[in-house]
């Protein structure tokens, strides 16, 4: 309720910087108009050298987001050895084999260390020598190889390194040109990181999969053990998931996805290229999902059961729905009595500062600022702005595959003429709406938020609690305000699904309803307020 208006907010926020930077950063932060038409958002921009940005690289968006988290392939940094140390482990996408047979490499960071004279002679060697060294050890399925910065400048070729050691080894072997550099943000990551799943692994092995209900899980990652919760349910519903790209997956299960008769998408900003291009090639519709959230997760499984429109599926999904909200309702009526009313402020990424705002409205809470770190305008207006936005920063700088039509596989699965026959029955298939319709009037709208606009928020509106990562959270947490860290969960999770929601309840009414944040002195309050404050209780 109280506090400057959100037009204020933006033009105190606006106020410090120098003039060119200031109209730069006025395109960035937005006043929400809902229900009118989102303006256009001036995301996926470079940001200005000198602001701290919440940002990471473009290696991080390949390795570190979409390809890491593949547990049988063995991942080999090219590059000094930061890159891969700091990549270790850190994102908390988690894995365990399910087959004897199978092997986990993802507690291992292998990288060729390179050295100052690899940079003066050349890296090409090193990596040979690395994959060799990686084989005989581990003899892995597949081997993958990811270049950082100082490799694309001195212009090793990692791609004929790889195709030379495939052909010695025998397995699938392929590398990344994910330089750090490459784009304004992860975002060019996942491009690359999509383009080479999809060349070099989707496809491979034709074994039919033999169940009903065929899907993939693209975008989601299981962080937390969310991949394992999704899958839990859908199990629950009859629906059979071939592969999760990429959480807790292993490299057969990418290679065999094709089998799958739809591609439901959690993630829209790290993976619509792959949904795009398995449409194309295969001819396998996809839609939008959403399983953080009650209401996300009921819609999504209903348009699921929707899309293969079988009555014994369709009431499954309501008996599921049922089952699991009889443990739900309970836990959304006890927080709500503390959590109702409460404000939330998320900065996180490229979906989940739009996907949390799900989880915070099932408890009452309103989110009266978020924004991306490095999303695209679509995922901030919406689906039908995609043909206007097709030359931006990251475009100019990967090449978008050309990619044919299958003739062969495409006509097995008639899931085009499937498609057409759902368009015409009403089915919505594209129907992403991005954050900005779904937030309040007059809500801030912040894309690759600054360090000092974060503060100025707080500042300004001390909200109950903010989504945010590790970057800023013992900031947040200094100015007395709660920050859930919404990339790594801290060590909570998994958020998604039913059982999901549940762990997130419980965990932010603790955060907000626990009176150590009292006890922290804010840097703008002085000793007398505090004391006066303290007196008071
Ligand atoms: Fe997608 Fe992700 Fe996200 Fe993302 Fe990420 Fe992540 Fe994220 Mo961190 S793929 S865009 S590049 S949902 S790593 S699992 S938490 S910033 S909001
Ligand atoms: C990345 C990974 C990250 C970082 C999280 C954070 C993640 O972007 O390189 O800044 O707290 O989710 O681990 O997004």
Redesign the pocket.
Known sequence: GSGPSAEETREQMLEIYPKKTRRKRAKQMLVNKTPETPEAIGANSRTVPGIITQRGCSYA?CK???IGPIYDILHITHGPIGCGWYSWLS?R?MSKIRHPEETNYLQYSMSTDMQEDHIVFGGEKQLKQAIQEAYDEFKPKAISVYATCPVGLIGDDIHSVCREMKEKLGINIFGFSCEGYKGVS?SAG?HIANNGVFKNMIGLDDTPVEAKYKINVL?E?N?GGDAWEIDRILRLCGIHIIGTLSGGVSYDEICNCHQADLNVV??H??INYMAEMMETKFGMPWFKVNFIGIEGTKKSLRKIAQYFDEKELTDRVEEVIAMEMADVRPVIEDVRQRTEGKKAALF??????HHYQDLFSDMGMTTIAAGY???HRDDYEGRDVLPSIKIDADSRNIEELHIEADPERFNLRKTKERKVALEESGFEFSDYEGMMRQMAKDTLVIDDISAHELEKLIELHKPDVIGS?IKDKYVIEKMGIPCKQ??SYDYGGPYAGFKGAINFFKEIDRMISTKVWKLTRAPWKDDSEEQSAAAAE
């Open positions: 968006g570190g987001v979409v994102r996408n992860q996942h975008g990652y962080i959690m993630c900003r790290s996180v990424g490229g979906s989940r500062a770190e490095f999303a990562g919404l990339h």
